[in-house]
Protein backbone atom coordinates (compact mmCIF):
# COMPACT_ATOMS: atom_id res chain seq x y z
CA UNK A 1 0.00 0.00 0.00
CA UNK A 2 1.54 3.59 -1.15
CA UNK A 3 1.24 6.01 1.97
CA UNK A 4 3.19 9.65 1.92
CA UNK A 5 3.53 11.06 5.06
CA UNK A 6 4.27 14.72 5.53
CA UNK A 7 5.88 16.15 8.55
CA UNK A 8 7.33 19.06 9.59
CA UNK A 9 4.78 21.97 9.46
CA UNK A 10 4.69 24.38 11.96
CA UNK A 11 4.38 28.45 13.02
CA UNK A 12 7.07 31.15 11.97
CA UNK A 13 7.91 34.70 11.40
CA UNK A 14 8.53 35.68 8.22
CA UNK A 15 12.03 35.96 6.85
CA UNK A 16 12.82 32.02 9.02
CA UNK A 17 12.93 28.73 7.49
CA UNK A 18 11.53 25.19 7.76
CA UNK A 19 11.94 22.13 6.46
CA UNK A 20 8.89 19.51 5.51
CA UNK A 21 9.58 16.10 4.98
CA UNK A 22 8.10 13.29 3.19
CA UNK A 23 8.20 10.06 4.49
CA UNK A 24 7.32 7.29 1.56
CA UNK A 25 6.55 3.64 1.59
CA UNK A 26 4.87 1.21 -0.76
CA UNK A 27 6.47 2.12 -4.24
CA UNK A 28 8.10 -1.26 -5.22
CA UNK A 29 10.44 1.09 -6.97
CA UNK A 30 11.52 4.56 -5.78
CA UNK A 31 14.34 4.87 -8.35
CA UNK A 32 11.95 6.39 -10.62
CA UNK A 33 9.27 8.59 -9.27
CA UNK A 34 8.68 12.06 -9.81
CA UNK A 35 8.01 13.68 -6.11
CA UNK A 36 6.49 16.41 -5.90
CA UNK A 37 5.22 19.44 -3.01
CA UNK A 38 1.75 21.04 -3.50
CA UNK A 39 0.10 23.73 -1.27
CA UNK A 40 -3.31 25.06 -0.58
CA UNK A 41 -3.92 28.28 1.04
CA UNK A 42 -7.65 28.86 2.58
CA UNK A 43 -9.95 30.32 -0.52
CA UNK A 44 -7.18 29.37 -3.21
CA UNK A 45 -6.29 26.77 -5.88
CA UNK A 46 -4.29 24.13 -5.29
CA UNK A 47 -0.55 24.81 -6.42
CA UNK A 48 2.58 23.07 -7.39
CA UNK A 49 5.84 24.35 -5.01
CA UNK A 50 8.38 22.11 -6.50
CA UNK A 51 9.54 18.45 -7.61
CA UNK A 52 11.88 16.24 -7.69
CA UNK A 53 12.52 13.33 -10.51
CA UNK A 54 14.50 10.70 -8.26
CA UNK A 55 16.26 9.07 -11.24
CA UNK A 56 18.28 12.01 -11.86
CA UNK A 57 17.38 14.68 -9.34
CA UNK A 58 16.41 16.69 -11.49
CA UNK A 59 14.65 19.75 -9.79
CA UNK A 60 11.59 22.08 -10.48
CA UNK A 61 10.52 24.84 -8.70
CA UNK A 62 7.58 27.34 -9.58
CA UNK A 63 8.90 30.84 -10.18
CA UNK A 64 7.11 31.95 -6.65
CA UNK A 65 9.60 29.74 -4.46
CA UNK A 66 12.76 30.00 -6.83
CA UNK A 67 15.34 30.35 -5.09
CA UNK A 68 14.18 30.18 -1.44
CA UNK A 69 13.05 26.73 -1.52
CA UNK A 70 14.85 23.70 -2.35
CA UNK A 71 13.61 19.64 -2.62
CA UNK A 72 16.02 17.28 -2.40
CA UNK A 73 15.68 13.29 -1.90
CA UNK A 74 17.38 10.83 0.68
CA UNK A 75 17.29 7.40 -0.79
CA UNK A 76 18.42 6.06 2.68
CA UNK A 77 15.74 7.53 4.38
CA UNK A 78 13.43 7.33 1.54
CA UNK A 79 11.96 10.70 2.33
CA UNK A 80 11.41 13.57 0.07
CA UNK A 81 12.31 16.89 1.85
CA UNK A 82 11.26 20.42 1.41
CA UNK A 83 14.06 23.15 2.75
CA UNK A 84 11.48 26.60 3.07
CA UNK A 85 13.81 29.93 3.55
CA UNK A 86 12.85 33.75 3.40
CA UNK A 87 9.34 32.72 4.46
CA UNK A 88 6.76 35.22 3.85
CA UNK A 89 3.44 35.26 4.77
CA UNK A 90 2.08 34.44 1.28
CA UNK A 91 3.82 30.96 1.63
CA UNK A 92 1.05 29.77 4.57
CA UNK A 93 -0.32 27.12 3.26
CA UNK A 94 -1.47 23.18 3.84
CA UNK A 95 1.30 21.86 2.34
CA UNK A 96 0.81 18.27 0.67
CA UNK A 97 3.37 15.52 -1.05
CA UNK A 98 2.86 13.82 -3.68
CA UNK A 99 3.82 10.67 -6.12
CA UNK A 100 3.63 9.01 -9.25
CA UNK A 101 5.76 7.16 -11.63
CA UNK A 102 5.95 9.08 -14.62
CA UNK A 103 8.51 11.86 -14.96
CA UNK A 104 8.21 15.65 -13.74
CA UNK A 105 9.59 17.27 -16.99
CA UNK A 106 6.55 19.10 -18.36
CA UNK A 107 3.76 18.45 -16.03
CA UNK A 108 5.01 18.33 -12.10
CA UNK A 109 2.29 20.90 -11.24
CA UNK A 110 -0.41 19.19 -12.63
CA UNK A 111 -2.30 18.25 -9.81
CA UNK A 112 -4.27 15.43 -11.93
CA UNK A 113 -1.48 13.64 -12.47
CA UNK A 114 -0.58 12.72 -9.14
CA UNK A 115 -2.39 9.61 -8.02
CA UNK A 116 -0.62 9.12 -4.54
CA UNK A 117 -1.18 12.05 -1.83
CA UNK A 118 -0.19 12.50 1.79
CA UNK A 119 -2.06 14.13 4.21
CA UNK A 120 -1.20 17.14 4.28
CA UNK A 121 1.22 19.77 6.66
CA UNK A 122 0.51 23.11 8.19
CA UNK A 123 2.81 26.23 7.19
CA UNK A 124 1.96 29.46 9.34
CA UNK A 125 4.11 32.18 8.51
CA UNK A 126 3.34 35.84 10.70
CA UNK A 127 4.56 38.73 9.16
Known amino acids: QVQLVESGGGSVQAGESLTLSCAISGFTDRQKMCLAWFRQAPVKEREGVAA????????YYADSVKGRFFVSQDNAKATVSLQMNSLKAEDTAMYYC???????????????????WGQGTQVTVSS
Open 98 to 116: AARREVCFGSWSEISDFHH
Open 52 to 59: IWTAAGST
